[in-house]
């Protein structure tokens, strides 16, 4: 069984890298067979703080259609502009022409065409690379082209890569995207344990109580670390009050420390840069527990597992009355 590690927040910069690497740096020391994996597939970044310097393996991620116009079959009839459903299709200079952004490849236009001179071909969307560090374990992550959409396909295909790399026993730890998007919903998907990170800010809880509602859809257990506690102590309390109703168990909270910063600067993880220091401590001190949490995973998942699954309402914004 391949048991996997959550690492999320709804706010972005609230420190989920540094205590990704932590976790999987701490779970390596202590004897388990570790896969990090940087589930942001818009802006990874976990491979600058474990010293990547090359990756092992790259390779492109094509997923997507995209229609395009051979003209020299095209008599200009102008059906693939009429039909186009997504407008992808515009006239420039006289003559059609296809969006590669904005088209779907749905055919539509293919079809529509009778002169058969719409074609469809497969396009790159991103890559998935791979990587081996220098703390003795792997690191899966993926790059999304400018543009670009289905950052969760691509999240979804690194942790599948991951899957098949990975032995009985082996610990993934995944540092997912901010917010609540497709990218985080495959991120949360299939994990054993979501840890959320927040700050104590009245920003961070309301994001902090989104990614939960995400993480309860599928009754995903999920534990809580506040960090930079100490820069608003006064809303602390707003935030332990909002996990002892969710039944969210909290691991730590991690002060404000100038060390971090600097170790980000130096691209090298702030356990090893700077062991002695406060936020290094508290850190590592979280990684122990979650360490506790993976020995005794069903006990603990029963404790804490939401007692039903949360759900969804949209919210429709209407425009005003005109």
């Not at 909290?250 to 600067?265: E, F, K, Q, T």
Request: net charge neutral.
């Amino acid at each position: 069984m391949v048991f996997e590690i959550a690492v999320a927040s709804g706010k972005g910069g609230v420190g989920k890298s540094t205590l990704s690497s932590t976790i999987a740096l701490h779970l390596k020391e202590k004897g388990y067979d570790v896969i990090a994996i940087d589930a942001d597939a818009d802006a990874p970044n976990l491979h600058l703080i474990l010293e990547i310097e090359s990756w092992e393996k790259t390779e492109p991620y094509a997923d997507a259609w995209i229609a395009e116009i051979d003209y020299s079959k095209c008599t200009n009839c102008g059906r693939c502009l009429d039909e186009c459903p997504f407008g992808a299709v515009g006239l420039v200079d006289g003559k059609f022409v296809i969006n590669q952004v904005v088209c779907e490849g749905c055919l539509t236009c293919t079809l529509v065409c009778q002169d058969r001179a719409i074609k469809r071909r497969k396009v790159e969307r991103g890559t998935i690379r791979l990587a081996r560090t220098a703390y003795g374990f792997p690191l899966w992550t993926s790059e999304l082209m400018p543009g670009r959409p289905n950052t969760g396909k691509l999240v979804t295909e690194v942790k599948n890569r991951a899957r098949e790399m990975a032995r009985d026993g082996t610990i993934s730890v995944v540092d997912s995207a901010a917010g609540i998007g497709c990218q985080v919903v495959s991120s949360l998907a299939g994990a054993n344990v979501a840890v959320l990170v927040a700050e104590p800010t009245a920003t961070s809880l309301s994001d902090l109580k989104r990614v939960h509602t995400v993480a309860k859809q599928t009754l995903l257990p999920s534990a809580l670390v506040i960090n930079k506690y100490d820069v608003n102590p006064g809303f602390v309390e707003e935030v332990l009050r909002y996990a002892r109703d969710e039944n969210i168990d909290v691991l730590g909270m991690i002060p404000y420390d100038d060390h971090v910063p600097r170790a980000m600067a130096e691209m090298k993880p702030l356990v090893r840069l700077y062991p002695d220091a406060p936020a290094s401590r508290a850190l590592l001190e979280v990684a122990g527990k979650v360490e506790e949490i993976v020995r005794n995973w069903r006990e603990w998942s029963i404790r804490h597992r939401p007692s039903r699954p949360a759900s969804y309402m949209p919210i429709v914004i209407r425009p005003p009355q005109m």
